[in-house]
C-alpha cells in the first residue's frame, strides 16, 4: 500500500491497528483504533521463567517470543472479533530492546503485513510509553484519573530499561525532547537489584511496592543522588550500592518488619526524587499537565506522590490505568496509528536495533554537567 493511501486509511474512522511488542520479556498483540480505543490487549508474560534466573536472560527471551507469537497475534484478532482483512497497518516495536528479542516481533510483523497487504509501521518503544496515556479501555482497566492530556505535556518515563524526563509536544518521536535521564540504572532496574539483594525475587518492583505499604521508611533515611541537583538527571545506582553494603555487613533482614521498612525506605527515596524532577520540569517548561509511563509507573507511591505534587502547583496529573504502563501492544498499535496518520509507513527492511530514535541530552557515568 502506498503511504498516501494508507494515510487516507487512517483518516477514515474506525482504523484499526494490529500492534506487536516484543522489546523485552512480555510478547504482546493487539488491535487499538485510531482514536485509542483498545479493541483487545493480550500480554504473554516471559516473568515467571526469568525469575529462576533472577533477571531476563535474552536468549530465553527470544525463544519464547518465537513460541507465543503465533498464539498472541491470533488472540489479539479474535478477541477484537476482527480478521486481517479489517486491519489497516501492522506496527511493531522494532527499537530499543533485545535485539534477538526484537527481531521475533518484527519477522512476524514483516510476514503478516506483507502476506495481508498492509502497511508496516515501525515504532520506537520509547513513544508507545509516552503515547499510553492516551489509550480508552473499557472496564476494569480504566482508570478515573486517565483524562488525556493536553500538549506539550511533561512526562517521567520509568521502567526497567529506562528513566527519563521528556517534554511532548505532538504525539510523534520528533516532538519528544528528553530533560534530563538516568545517569546510570533505571528506577525499575533499581527497584529490581534492591528486590534481588533482599532476596524478593524478580521482579523487585511489585514485591517492594506490597512490602513497603507495612514499613515505616523513616527507619532508615535515604536519599537518591542528585535529589537535590537542579538538573532533571537521576542517579540510582547509589541507593542499591548502600543498601548491599548493609546487606554484606548485616545480612539481609530476616525480621518482617525491617525489611518492609527497608522496601519503604528505598521506594521512598526513588519516588521522592521521580515526583519531584517530573513537577519541576513542567514549572520550568511552562507546561501544564504532567504524565506518567513505564513499569514504574505502576507503583502505588508513585502515583500518589506525582498527584500530590501536581495538585499542589495546580498542574493536571495524568496516570494511566496499570495495563497502560508496564510492557504492552496496544501501546504500540497506537503509536504505529498516529504515525499513519501522518503518512509514514515503513518499507520491508526495516531494523530492529538496540537504541531508541529519541535524541539525548543525559551520558551515563560521572562528570560535570
Ligand atoms: O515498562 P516495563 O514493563 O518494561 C520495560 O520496558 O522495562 O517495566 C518493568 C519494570 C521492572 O523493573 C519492574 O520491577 C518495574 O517496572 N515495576 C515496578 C512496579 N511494577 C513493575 N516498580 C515499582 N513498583 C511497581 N509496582
Ligand atoms: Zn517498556
Not at 99 to 114: E, F, R, S, T
Not at 145 to 172: K, M, N, Q
Not at 258 to 275: H, I, M, P
Request: proline content about 5%.
Amino acid at each position: 500500500m502506498s503511504v498516501l493511501s494508507a494515510m487516507r486509511a487512517a483518516n477514515a474512522s474506525g482504523v484499526r491497528v494490529l500492534g506487536i511488542e516484543s522489546s523485552c520479556d512480555e510478547t504482546g498483540a493487539a488491535v487499538v483504533t485510531g482514536d485509542g480505543v483498545v479493541l483487545s490487549d493480550v500480554v504473554e508474560s516471559q516473568i515467571a521463567r526469568h525469575a529462576e534466573h533472577g533477571g531476563v536472560v535474552p536468549e530465553l527471551a527470544s525463544r519464547d517470543h518465537a513460541r507465543n507469537i503465533g498464539p498472541v497475534v491470533r488472540a489479539a484478532l479474535d478477541r477484537a472479533g476482527v480478521g486481517l482483512d479489517a486491519i489497516d497497518a501492522v506496527a511493531v516495536t522494532h527499537r530499543p530492546g533485545l535485539v534477538g528479542a526484537l527481531l521475533v516481533g518484527v519477522q512476524a510483523a514483516k510476514g503478516i503485513a506483507w502476506g495481508a497487504g498492509k502497511p508496516l509501521v515501525g515504532v520506537d518503544h520509547l513513544v508507545g510509553h509516552l503515547l499510553a496515556v492516551f489509550l480508552r479501555r473499557g472496564g476494569e482497566g480504566a482508570s478515573a484519573d486517565a483524562e488525556p492530556p493536553r500538549f506539550p505535556f511533561v512526562a517521567l518515563l520509568a521502567s526497567g530499561g529506562h528513566t527519563a524526563i521528556y517534554r511532548v509536544d505532538a504525539p510523534h518521536a520528533g516532538a519528544c525532547t528528553e530533560l534530563g535521564a538516568t545517569r546510570d540504572d533505571a528506577a525499575g532496574e533499581a527497584f529490581d537489584k534492591v528486590g534481588k539483594l533482599l532476596g524478593l525475587g524478580y521482579p523487585g518492583g511489585p514485591a517492594i511496592d506490597r512490602l513497603a505499604a507495612t514499613g515505616d521508611a523513616s527507619r532508615f533515611p535515604l536519599v537518591a543522588p542528585m535529589a537535590h541537583a537542579r538538573s532533571f538527571e537521576f542517579s540510582f545506582s547509589g541507593l542499591k550500592t548502600r543498601i548491599a553494603r548493609q546487606v554484606a555487613e548485616h545480612g539481609a533482614p530476616s525480621d518482617p518488619a525491617e525489611l518492609a521498612s527497608v522496601c519503604a525506605a528505598f521506594q521512598k527515596a526513588v519516588t521522592d526524587v521521580l515526583a519531584k524532577k517530573l513537577v519541576l520540569a513542567a514549572e520550568a517548561h511552562g507546561v501544564s499537565d504532567v504524565v506518567i509511563g513505564g513499569g514504574v509507573a505502576a507503583n502505588r507511591e508513585l502515583r500518589q506522590k506525582v498527584r500530590e505534587a501536581a495538585a499542589a502547583r495546580g498542574l493536571r496529573a495524568a496516570i494511566p490505568p496499570l495495563a497502560s504502563c508496564t510492557d504492552n501492544a496496544a501501546m504500540i498499535a497506537y503509536a504505529g496509528a498516529v504515525r499513519l496518520a501522518r503518512g509514514e509507513a515503513d518499507a520491508w527492511d526495516l531494523v530492529a536495533t538496540s537504541q531508541t530514535s529519541l535524541p539525548r541530552v543525559t551520558r551515563k557515568g560521572r562528570g560535570a554537567r
